[in-house]
T-cell receptor
Framework: GESVGLHLPTLSVQEGDNSIINCAYS??????FIWYKQESGKGPQFIID?????DKRQGQRVTVLLNKTVKHLSLQIAATQPGDSAVYFC???????????FGAGTRLFVKA | DVKVTQSSRYLVKRTGEKVFLECVQD?????MFWYRQDPGLGLRLIYF???????EKGDIPEGYSVSREKKERFSLILESASTNQTSMYLC?????????????FGPGTRLTVT
């Protein structure tokens, strides 16, 4: 079956630095991609999404880049803060929005 | 804000017991989902529902069933709990609008089967 994977299981960054979380996907037919953030004891929370017809999308302090040639997705967090410490999941989905496939997650540690 | 609530945060059951996990959303969303989350495996879809009384199997439906009698409520049923069903269970809902596939998640139920 199709899978969404992550290059690194953990990432440690200094407060104030930029963070880059990477993700590889295998289904070239996926129509959209989403990043979720999961804090300890909580369910995942939507951060940002991007459609397959785009290669970049920006939000507040976050940017998602999509490289369809190499099937790679990344989440960039600017000026990382302690509150950004969490597990980040990338996910890919079909056009109906029903079957979303999640990656294993990357744990981000922010050092003060 | 969308609110998705789950009936229990922690649950301990014995092997062979029938287990009910309840999920309620308050934003009139058509779509509801049940996932299980295990370390290193991310979230895996068990079942989803796109309307009242409608259900579709996800990637790992074996050993589970669901019920959606009302739009706001989606129940996950473990007919005969087994130890390999010890996991974190997450419920989510979504509203299909143009350009957005965002799912709203509940806080999760950590189920332990002994």
């Amino acid at each position: 079956g199709e899978s969404v994977g992550l290059h690194l299981p953990t990432l440690s960054v200094q407060e104030g630095d930029n963070s880059i979380i990477n993700c590889a996907y295998s289904n070239s037919a996926s129509d959209y991609f989403i990043w979720y953030k999961q804090e300890s004891g909580k369910g995942p929370q939507f951060i940002i999404d991007i459609r397959s017809n785009m290669d970049k999308r920006q939000g507040q302090r976050v940017t998602v880049l999509l490289n369809k040639t190499v099937k790679h997705l990344s989440l960039q967090i600017a000026a990382t803060q302690p509150g950004d410490s969490a597990v980040y999941f990338c996910a890919e989905g079909d056009t109906g929005g029903f079957k979303t496939i999640f990656g294993a997650g990357t744990r981000l540690f922010v050092k003060a | 804000d969308v609110k998705v609530t789950q009936s229990s945060r922690y649950l301990v059951k014995r092997t062979g017991e029938k287990v009910f996990l309840e999920c309620v959303q308050d934003m009139d969303h058509e779509n509801m989902f049940w996932y299980r989350q295990d370390p290193g495996l991310g979230l895996r879809l068990i079942y989803f529902s796109y309307d009242v009384k409608m259900k579709e199997k996800g990637d790992i439906p074996e050993g589970y069933s669901v019920s959606r009698e009302k739009k706001e409520r989606f129940s996950l049923i473990l007919e005969s709990a087994s130890t390999n069903q010890t996991s974190m269970y997450l419920c989510a809902s979504s509203l299909w609008t143009s350009g957005s596939y965002e799912q709203y998640f509940g806080p999760g139920t950590r189920l332990t089967v002994t």
